[in-house]
C-alpha cells in the first residue's frame, strides 16, 4: 500500500498552466503505475493521464487532453507530475492522482485498476 498527496492545484485563468505533484510514500514508488483522474461537480470521475512503472516508461492520456497535459516522475522524490497548459474552463475539477503495482509498460485508465488513491486537489479555470 503507497500513501498519497497532492498538490498544485489553484485557480487560472483560461490559457494558463499549471503542474500537479504526488508525491508517494514507501520505498518502491518506482514500481508502482501511477495516474492521474479528475471530478467535476455532477460529474463522474473520468481518467485524465497514466505513466507506467520504470521498468518500462509509457505513458496515456485522454483524448480531451492529449497535446496539453504532460504526465511524467520523479523515481528519486517519490512523484509523480502532471504539467497541464493551454488549460480549459472544462479543465475545472477535483485531480486525484492513483497507484497500482506496474507490470513492465503496461498503462491503465480505468479508475478500478488501482488500488492507493489521493485525497485530491481542486483545479479551478476562469473564462
Known amino acids: 500500500q503507497v500513501q498519497l498527496v497532492e498538490s498544485g492545484g489553484g485557480l487560472v485563468q483560461a490559457g494558463g498552466s499549471l503542474r500537479l505533484s504526488c508525491t508517494a510514500s514507501g520505498r518502491t514508488f518506482s514500481r508502482y503505475a501511477m495516474g492521474w483522474f479528475r471530478q467535476a461537480p455532477g460529474k463522474e470521475r473520468e481518467f485524465v493521464a497514466a505513466?507506467?512503472?520504470?521498468?518500462?516508461?509509457?505513458?496515456t492520456y485522454a483524448d480531451s487532453v492529449k497535446g496539453r497535459f504532460t504526465i511524467t516522475r520523479d523515481n528519486a522524490k517519490n512523484t509523480v507530475y502532471l504539467q497541464m497548459n493551454s488549460l480549459k474552463p472544462e479543465d475545472t475539477a477535483v485531480y486525484y492522482c492513483?497507484?497500482?503495482?506496474?507490470?513492465?509498460?503496461?498503462?491503465?485508465?480505468?479508475?478500478?485498476?488501482?488500488?492507493?488513491w489521493g485525497q485530491g486537489t481542486q483545479v479551478t479555470v476562469s473564462s
Open positions: 492513483a497507484a497500482r503495482e506496474g507490470y513492465g509498460g503496461t498503462v491503465y485508465y480505468t479508475g478500478a485498476r488501482y488500488t492507493d
Open positions: 505513466i507506467s512503472w520504470s521498468g518500462g516508461i509509457s505513458t
